[in-house]
Every structure is written in C-alpha cells, then in structure tokens.
C-alpha cells in the first residue's frame, strides 16, 4: 500500500444550525498511530480509540499505517461523539477495507453515529439540525443510528438508513446487504399521537381559573396565579399546553431543533408534537434558564420555545434569574453570549407563574389561619419586580377546593372542547394581524391597541369607570384591553364591548389586593 | 417642655429601670412624692428609704445613679418629648393603682386627658383575619363616632385597625406600648404614631425610655389596656392568644368584657367560640355595647345598610341573585358561580360591575363580600 485518502460527508452543530463537515481521511504507510485535526474536541479526539476497537470488533484487519483525520473546514470546532462514524468509514474506504458499490455518491451521503468498543452504533445529539442542514446542502442520503431514525425521518425528501452496527454499514457500502430505509413520518400522523398529560376534565370546580387559562391561550397572554398551598396551581398549568393550537410543522422544527441539540429529545422520537412545558426549580441559575455554559447552550427559556415556561413559586427564583427573563419574555429570543461562542436560541413561550400570596402561604385561606405578619408579606411580593409584572396580562387568584366540591361535581370540560374554541380565536387574530408582524393578541404595543382595540362607547365608559375606582396605571389599562381583545375574540365578535371589558378588569384586580 | 419636668421624668425613668415591684415602689413614691427626692434618699444613704426597700434594690440605686446614665434617660427623654406622672399626681388614671399588681409611674406623650372620656379597651391579635380587621375597624370607627375613645396595645394585625378605626371616627386614641416611648415599634406604625398625637390621642407606657420590647412586656403591659378601658371588647384570638390574656385581667379587674363571634369556620377566631361557651357576653355592632354600657344618649353614625337596601342597588335580575348569595357573607368564586348558576365569563363581568358602583369588594382567597 503507498498512500490513499478518503472523503466522507457529515454535519456538526453550531447553535441551532448544522453545518457541513468535510472528513479527509489520510493513509500513508509507517508507524500505526491516529492524528485527528481540524479543531476537535475531547469528545472528538477520543474517538480514535474508539474508531479502532470498533472496527476490529466488526471483524476487520487494519493495515498497518499512519493515519490523519481533518475535519474540514478547520476553524469551526467539532463537538460531541458523531463524528465517530464517518471517520470510521472514510478510514475503512482510504485503506480499502471496504470498497463502496458504485452507486455510492460520497458527496450526497451523510453519515453520522457514535461507535461504541464493540462496533455498536449510538444515538447521537443534534440530528434534526443536522438532517436540516444536509438537505440544505443536497444530501440524499444520511445513514445514522436507528435511535435517530424517526427523528431524521420527519425531514421529506431523505433516504434515512438506520444502521446499529458499523458491522452493518460495511456491507451496506460494499453491496453485499440492503438496508430498508426509514418510513417516512408524516407530521399529520405523529400529531394524532399528540397528548397533554394532564386534561381540563381532570379539574374539579375553579371555574373562574379554567376561564383564565382558556383567554390566557386564546391571546398568548402570559399568566400568574397566586394561591394557598394545593390550591391546584401547578395542575392548572399542567393543563395550558393541551389547550394552546396544535403546533405547526414550522414550530415543531424550531422546538425539535433545540431539544435536538440539548439532548432532551426520547430515543426513537420524531419531531416534537405536544407543546413543551417547562418547569424549573425555582434555585434555577440564570445560565440554565437563559442559557449558558463553555459552549453557550440552550437554557429553559429556549427549550420552552413554542410552549409553556413554568416558574413555581415565583418569588423564590433569584432575583437576577427573574430580571434574566425580561429580554426573552419582550423579544422572544435570546443572545448567549460566551468567550468561546455565541448563539442566539428563540424563546417564544407562554410564561406561566405561580406563587403564594405570603411567606407560610395562607394568606386569605379560608382553612388555616396565616402567621405572616404585614411587613413580611409586603417583602415577599416585593420580590416580584414590577418590570416583571408589567409583561404578565393576566393575573388571577385560585383558592384551594373543598374535597367535597371534589367528589360531588360533575365532570368538567375537557381539554380538547376547550382547545377548540381557543383555535378559532387563535385564527381570528392570525387573520387580523396578517399583515402586520404579529401573531396574537399578547404581542400588540401601545401603538397597535390603539389601533385593533378599540371599545364601543359603553365599554369605554366602563373602562374609564373601572380605572378611576381601581387606580389603573397605564400599563394596566392596556393589559386590561388586550385581554378585553381576547375576550372578544374567543366570543366571536369584532367589537370590543362592555361585557368583555367587565371580565377582563377581574384580571388585573390582583393590582389592587396584592402589589398596591 | 419645660426642662424640670424632663429632670424629673430622667429620674422616675431610672426608678422604673429598677424593676421594684409596686407594692413596695408605692409606699416609697408616697413618702417622697418625686423621683429627685428619692434619688438624693439614696445617695444620702437615708434610713427612711432602707426601711421601705430591701438592701439589694439600695445597692442597685447606687451603682445604677450614675451621672452618664442619669444624662443618657434625660437625652432620650428631651429628645422624643417623654412626660411622665406618677400614682400621687392628680393626672395619674386612679384605677391604675387599684388594679391587681397596680402601676406607680406611667410615661406617656400626648395628652392625658382623653382618658377622662368614655373609655372601650379593644384587642385582638396580630395576625388577624381580612374580615376581623375589617370588623375591628369599623367598630372602631362607629365607637369613635360617639365620642368613645379607643384603648389598644399599637401592634400589628387588629391593634392598628382599631387605632386606625377610631381616628377615622373622630375621637382621640390611646395606645399602650409594651417598650419605650423613644423605640419605634412596630416599625410599620411610625406613620399611625404621628397620626395618633396629631389627633390629640395618647401613647403611654410603664417602660422607661430606652427599654426595648421584650416578649414579656406585653402580656404583662396587657393589664394596662384592659384598666384603663371602662369594658373591653374582644375582635379576634386564637385558643393561645395574649389577647386572652388581656381578657383574663378585664375579669380580674371586674372590667365588662364583649366578644366579637366571627366567622363560626374560622381559626382566627377560636378563643372567641372559647370564651363565649364559657359564657361570655357576645356582640356583633358597636350599637350592642353602647345599649349594654348604657351610653345609647350619644349614637354612633351607623351606615344605614340593611339587607334591602343592598338589594335594591341592583339593576337586573343576575345583579339581585349574586347579591343574594353575598348577604350571609363573603362568598368565593366558584360558590358564586355554583349558586347563581353563571358561566364564569359573565358572572366575572357582573362583578366588575358590582365592584365599580363600589357595591361589593374583592377580598384575598378569591373572595367577594357586601361592603358594609
């Protein structure tokens, strides 16, 4: 043997975003040992170890040689295990182990897996966005780990070959075994398996909460509750992503994309169907929620993307933490930025919190007496900073339901008639904002209530009134109409009139009991 | 303020720092009649003083007579404007000196003769419910409307709303303090401070200045308030209460005492349910004890509020049958929803509405009530 090279396609991540990654495989004869270039990382550069158990464990004999791996382009470092598998196969071609069937397009055909000693070939993060980028750059073919499958298989246009073994892939290029490629998944398909683990029907009584989260759905409108200890608060939020519109193709990419690449995504699962919901703990940093660490990864907000972020016990999450979320919550996206890279993740959500209205929590319990003392709840509210509040339309207050309330009433609505209802006001507003850059009724400015909510003459009476008798700010005067919107929406009529204003003022009382 | 006066006030201060049970602090007050003469008794080791105090409280005297701590009261005393009477001034409130473990010096700022008033002692704890303040306050209120002045301890919780009741009936109040006159405590009530000397009411404490609250200056200060009331009225306690304990003294020192029922469901109010299976005499309107003190010459402005009035604010038909579910009380959302048999969406509307005209409030815990 002189000395013979090889060229295999594949895709990293840098981001959200794949890029493609060219890996030059240099054989020369002289003494046996590996060199991987082109910025790897640890990950990376242990592969070799692996490369090497990996193909002798499928039963194949490695000439002695001196090897070079280059992972082009040379300036954008490799992260993570999957390049394993295509170095293993340029490897096996450049010393002409394996010998591709002529049919065999390097240049259209991806490869992507972590080995494992025995030849094994893992799941790997990541493969929504680099399956993306491959068709971008028109790939044809990706052969990945059969965890993986299902996920590439969402991406149309794609011959998908699930491989477990490297064993497998070696006879799949020398010819000598087909592989049958992976089903396409239809989106419409995987959204019928679409389920929300916790039903509205599962709700007993608070009739006046499911209203609040079926007009916070409705308009997109961010929510808080404040109630005692097992007022059923987390429950109720548990419910908001089965009641929010099914989520398009669009929107289950960029969700998939960032679970993809956090390695959040179940092994054999295609795209994201189900919205996500998020619910960190409240000792949460504001790198894991915003996003962070050495290589700038995605933080709660961003997985929470499309879906409902979750923030229980509000006023114990860090203050630092609570201001972090200013940016997303106005811009729905976020900057990460770090010495060694920077991204920028979405982070359109629905933010949900919930919170006790004092220290021991039975403020205003009609069960148990409270033993927080007025400066010590003012402190504790006070923890919530008005900025905040501000970007929050709808609050609202949830008592704690009497177990014979339980047991006695009938079965409530369930998610899917409530669901339905918030479609049709949900594509009221998609037609209403057409043609400006909105999308819901939570996202008009002070400019745009002007313009698309405007009361008929009794509501506006009324809403003065309200104003003047609760000491409306500003601010909670447009909140009041943007929900007065929704309202109006989800009855179905254009105009905003003074029924709709009355409910909505009930939102924002919490002003005047709580935050004075 | 005259500067003699705060000399003698620095030197009762150092008598009360002593810590002298009365019974033995009144004779010697008695014989010597001012805190000066009784401070140069003991620095002229005057035999008179050895035979009415023990030997240790002589030594104390000495050691704690100095000048710097002499200067330290007086500076405090000029500085927060701090008079004080003693149980042989004609000022001094009589029936501090017959109660059981009576008071020999009072320091007080305001003016001491609202206590020559008609007099109601109110208490009730600190952590009160939203409808015990809200009654406390408005008895309060309707009390000082017939020119009762209002006797409370200045804490958190029902203390403030009956303080706060009675400035807004008119009528000056008076707050017993269990710490110094110069110590801001609670820090809450600074600005209830000021208003309730602007309104020519009454702070007064048997601690000297500089004394800090100390858990047990209250229960014990608890006997001031019940004395210096000509009744007491009881507005909320739980079963281990120190407004139990100012009850306990009312009945030891003979005084009337009146408990508010409150919510029979409510853990704020279980003393009360206590007290009154004991047999306690129960009130639910400032009207009630005016009848039963036989002061009805003088009747507070009572809100006319009856039942049909309420009703006949309505303006339809769902308006009379929410404000029909309120009458017995305050109602939450979903028993409101359940009895008027609303979609939540209108019913929040209606409420709106009914909270606009300024019919009904909203209360914590998703609650809606009839403003009284």
Redesign the interface.
Known sequence: MSNQMAKVLTFGVSGVNGFPVQTEVFCVDGMPMMEIIGLPDTAVRESKNRINAAIISSGVKLPVSRVTFNLAPADIRKEGPSFDLPMAVGLLIASGEVSPRDDFDPDNTAFFGELGLDGCIRRVNGVLPMVISAKEHGVREVILPDGNAREAACIEGLRVIPVSHLREVIRYLNGTENIVPEEPVAFEQLKREASCPVDMAQIRGQSAARRALEVAAAGGHNLIMIGVPGSGKTMLARCVPGILPPMTFEESLETTRIHSISGRLPSGSGLMVTRPFCAPHHSASVASLIGGGQDARPGEVSLAHNGVLFLDELPEFSRSALEALRQPLEDGIVSVSRVKRQAQYQSSFMLIAAMNPCPCGYFGSSQRACHCTPPEIRRYLDRVSGPLLDRIDIQIEVDSVPVSAITGSAAAESSAVVAARVASARSVQYERYRKSALFCNAQLDSNSIRRFCVPDAEGSRLLHAAADSMHMSMRGYHRVLKVARTIADLAGEETISSVHIAEAVQYRELDQKYWR | MKTDAAVETSYLAWLADLNVPADKLLPVIREYRTGERIFHAAAEEDPRLSELLPPDVIRRMKTTGTRDNLRRLYNLITEHKILSVTAVDDSFPPILSEIPDPVSILFYQGDLSCLQHRRISMVGS??A??AGLKAAEDIARELSSSGIVIISGFA??IDTACHQGCLRGGSPTVAVLGCGLDRSY???NSSLRKQVLDNGGLLISEFSPGQPPMAFHFPYRNRIISGLGDAVILMEA?IRSGSLVTVSHALNQGKEVFVYPGDP????SEGNRQLLREGATYFTTARDILADMNWLDNPPDEVQNSDCSVLSKARNETETAVLNCLLPGPR???QL?DTCGLP???L??????L??R?IIE??????YQIIQ
């Not at chain 2, 469901?265 to 704020?268: G, I």
């Not at chain 2, 909203?362 to 609650?367: C, I, Q």
């Open positions: 600190r952590h419910s939203y958190n919780g609670p820090t809450a739980r469901s409510s853990p704020y939450s959302f979903d929803a939540p969406a209108e929040l509307g209606i409420l709106t509405m909270q606009i300024g909203s209360v914590p815990g998703k609650k």
